[in-house]
């Protein structure tokens, strides 16, 4: 180890400290330790910068969350602010405060699940935690104990905790953690290129994944399935959009067998895909949703879960029999997180930011797409401002890179080098820029993903990773 530290860092360095001291989440810990960290200190608008002064623009939004750009002056007042009137409040035991109130009025007012109740937690993680732990009270509470089982996809991002990584449906997220935790069952992820067998018709394939969801029901018995949790677009297993009958085809299955529809919105919510959630844009009807990152623009770490109301009211009369509704964070509803909140989505509104993500949309998709047709490039997908590119070895023939050579970090490292940020989920470069975005800077973004992919290009090409 401490060989491995000399060689990639000065001591006493940020990186030499950062290897000493930190675990990171969601890292190749070893190669890390071969590599050392990136390590940031500024952003403002789209743009980020390390601590050698060099600048990038942001394109993958953070983590998909940083919609309003960085360093806004107006969320910093608001934040300010909020700690000098109250700098913590909670809601247990009946204790409230407005800002709490006041951003459970305002996304219930927003969101298409019909008379609201809001939950408030700290992170996605946390909101599906609470989703699984509420659908559980409640088919408790009707009598229907049996109900209990969660489908999910694979493909699927939910978080990490032990039951939402449960939901998420990539292996590195299950394997060594022992997840996942029973009762929790996985069905296909519908994306058509990757997934569709030889000849199958874009129909053909839903209504296979329609027949898959179908058989999983019933195989476990429709009396023990309590929900079907989906994002809109599948955002870390690699920008994944559904083809356009797919939901339609879902919700009609999940209707017959009185399946609930948990719609993780935590990266498609406030304006992502183009209208104000994904579920407007895939014609979903929740029964309730997941929200967190764009929420705040990641300014304060936050996230809620909305109810409706005919969930509640069993949940509250059980509550009462057992002494305490007993789920909450000491964040919950945090005033100064919820302020923050409220500040972002009056800047969304006033700004018009979801109708000006919605006007670059189109633009960005057809910027995406004219990438289809360059050596390396199997497929450009997405919808509103998020979409992903994704590189094989041999597109023509679906056939991949050998996963171990990482071409997807290569690419992602490339455009690092040109000042930009993507990030590589497998061998997809997945993009995500805030919704403040301009046209110009969408230009930029594209620009210097095209050397990166030229750069890619050289790279397997000496490495004899293509035909020449
Ligand atoms: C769709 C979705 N749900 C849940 C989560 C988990 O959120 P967090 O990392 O805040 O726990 C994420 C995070 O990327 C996500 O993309």
Wanted: net charge negative.
């Amino acid at each position: 180890m401490t060989q491995r530290l000399h060689n990639v860092a000065e001591a006493g360095s940020p990186e030499a400290r950062d290897l000493t001291s930190l675990l990171h989440p969601n890292t190749n810990l070893l190669a890390h330790e071969r590599t050392g960290p990136m390590v940031m200190e500024s952003a403002r608008g789209v743009t980020v910068r390390d601590r050698h002064g060099r600048e990038y623009i942001e394109a993958m939004g953070g983590l998909w969350c940083t919609s309003l750009g960085y360093g806004d002056e107006e969320v910093a007042e608001a934040a300010a602010a909020s700690i000098r009137r109250m700098s913590y409040g909670h809601l247990f035991g009946s204790k409230s405060h407005e800002p709490a109130i006041a951003l459970a009025e305002q996304l219930k007012a927003m969101v298409p699940v019909e008379d609201g109740r809001v939950f408030f937690g700290c992170s996605g993680s946390d909101a599906n935690d609470t989703q699984i732990k509420l659908v559980r009270y409640y088919f408790n509470a009707i009598g229907k104990p049996a109900k209990k089982k969660f489908i999910s996809r694979w493909k699927g991002y939910h978080g990490v905790t032990v039951a939402s990584g449960s939901l998420t449906g990539l292996p590195p997220f299950h394997t060594h953690f022992d997840l996942p935790m029973e009762g929790v069952h996985h069905v296909g992820a519908p994306h058509y290129r990757r997934f569709a067998e030889e000849g199958e018709s874009e129909t053909a394939f839903v209504d296979r994944l329609g027949e898959e969801l179908e058989q999983t029901i019933l195989r476990e018995g429709p009396d023990t399935v309590a929900a079907f949790i989906a994002e809109p677009v599948q955002g870390a297993g690699g920008v994944i959009v559904p083809p356009a009958t797919y939901f339609a085809r879902v919700q009609a299955i999940l209707a017959k067998y009185e399946v609930l529809f948990i719609a993780d919105e935590v990266i498609t919510g406030f304006g992502r895909t183009g209208q104000p959630f994904g579920c407007d844009t895939f014609g979903i009807v929740p029964t309730t949703m997941s929200l967190a990152k764009a929420l705040s623009s990641a300014y304060l770490p936050i996230s809620a879960v909305v109810v409706p109301a005919w969930m509640v009211e069993p949940i509250v009369e059980a509550s009462g029999d057992v002494g305490v509704f007993g789920h909450g964070f000491t964040y919950s509803g945090h005033p100064v997180c919820a302020d923050v909140a409220l500040k972002v989505l009056e800047i969304y509104e006033r700004r018009n930011l979801f109708a000006h993500a919605a006007s670059l949309a189109e633009g960005f998709q057809a910027r995406l797409r004219s990438f289809e047709g360059h050596p390396i490039v199997a497929e450009a997908r997405g919808v509103g401002l998020i979409g992903a590119i994704e590189l094989e070895a041999e597109p023509a023939n679906k056939l991949p890179f050998d996963p171990k050579v990482g071409i997807g970090a290569y690419c992602a490292k490339r455009c690092e080098a040109h000042g930009l940020i993507v990030r590589p989920l497998g061998d997809s470069l997945a993009f995500c820029p805030p919704l403040v975005i301009t046209e110009t800077e969408l230009e930029q973004v594209f620009e210097r993903f095209a050397l990166a992919l030229d750069d890619t290009l050289a790279h397997v090409r000496s490495e004899g990773l293509v035909a020449a």
